[in-house]
């Protein structure tokens, strides 16, 4: 399916950036998609205030040592409710920043191995673990989609040209970061995770026609079991002014064991687009309860507020943000829409 963007009309002050935030465990796409699509943040200004310290490690294979890449590891907060999930990265490190003080219950599941459960109290800025896997006895169930698995298939060379892409990525260099991309694309021609990057990266660059493409291809090469494509290709669509259709195909995305939360952002701005505004405030919602580190989320939440006439919750949504992201890409716009909100706040109690 061909997707046309030309001369999709801005509404104002209302139109979001959506960057797609760095969260930098995941691969190049999650991480440069928000940089220029959902910004990160904290579920609430308290929240971020408290948050004083870093859970990192490493997580490794039993039988050898060897490093357990792209490995799902979520951490949860005893005490402060904190939740947060991230892969490690290809040489099985891992790190989850600016969280409150307290105890943590770690978890690592990856298909093939037995869970591993441990613990962590963060009583100063950091602490660190090692965490090991081990493989089930029996036959295990082979899966393509199981990231750790399909690493086995996937060429050295590859993945070392992915590792050069996201090194440059990390310093804002699209155009070498692309190159890399392609190149792990070319010599493994069934990475699907290199074309979504590569995706990501022209979106980035305002060649959209071919970050279609790209996404497309990664759809097509994970069978649409690679939720992060699909969920780029839903913000394209939103951008296009097809939110119809972009809501069909974040939800399928959402279905996928890969989803991340961002998949609610997005979801919640193709509600938005649908005049659906209970059900994005509550997907918003959903993405703050899974992670609260998506900032793009308040900008969501924001529109939503200023639709129902609350201006000061659109404010302190707005607080919110610039908050977290005080110079991210949607900062200047952040800053436009709270001082017309403010004025309108005003206007208001002048009527009363």
């Known amino acids: 399916m061909r997707l046309e963007v030309s001369g999709v009309k801005k509404s104002c002050l209302r139109e979001r950036f959506f960057p797609i935030v760095p969260i930098l465990v995941l691969s190049f796409s999650l991480n440069l998609v928000l940089i220029i699509w959902m910004p990160s943040a904290k579920a609430q200004v308290s929240a971020f205030e ?6 990192s490690g490493t997580v490794l294979l039993e039988a050898d040592k060897r490093p357990a890449g792209q490995v799902a590891v979520s951490l949860k907060s005893r005490v402060a409710g904190v939740f947060r999930s991230v892969l490690t990265d290809f040489e099985g490190r891992f790190k989850v920043q600016n969280l409150p003080r307290g105890t943590y219950d770690i978890a690592v599941d990856e298909e093939g191995y037995e869970a591993a459960e441990t613990s962590a109290q963060l009583d100063g800025p950091s602490a660190k673990l090692v965490v090991y896997l081990r493989s089930k006895s029996g036959p295990i169930r082979q899966s393509s989609y199981t990231v750790s698995v399909r690493e086995l298939k996937i060429p050295g060379k590859a993945q070392n040209e992915m590792r050069k892409g996201l090194e440059l990525g ?54 649409g079991r690679y939720a992060l494509a699909e969920f780029g290709y839903g913000y394209l669509l939103c951008r296009a002014g ?7 195909i974040i939800r399928k995305g959402l279905e996928a064991e890969d989803a991340t939360p961002q998949g609610y952002v997005v979801l919640g701005e193709a509600l938005k687009l649908l005049n659906r505004m209970d059900e994005a405030e509550k997907s918003e919602r959903e993405a703050l309860l899974r992670n609260p580190n998506i900032a793009g989320a308040y900008l969501v939440l924001s529109d939503v507020a200023e639709s129902k006439g609350d201006y000061r919750e659109e404010i302190q949504d707005l607080d919110i943000y610039l908050k977290l992201e005080p110079n991210g890409p949607g900062s200047e716009l952040a800053r436009n829409v709270r001082e017309e909100a403010q004025k309108m706040l005003a206007k208001s109690h002048q009527q009363d």
């Open 50 to 55: 408290s948050s004083e310290g870093e859970i």
């Open 170 to 223: 990390a310093k804002k260099d699209l155009a070498g970061s692309l190159v890399h991309f392609l190149k792990a694309a070319q010599i493994y021609p069934g990475y699907f995770e290199a074309y979504y990057d590569i995706g990501v990266a022209k979106m980035a660059m305002g060649r959209t026609d071919e970050a279609i493409k790209a996404f497309q291809r990664s759809i097509d090469l994970s069978a």
């Open 242 to 248: 097809r939110p119809a259709e972009a809501e069909k």
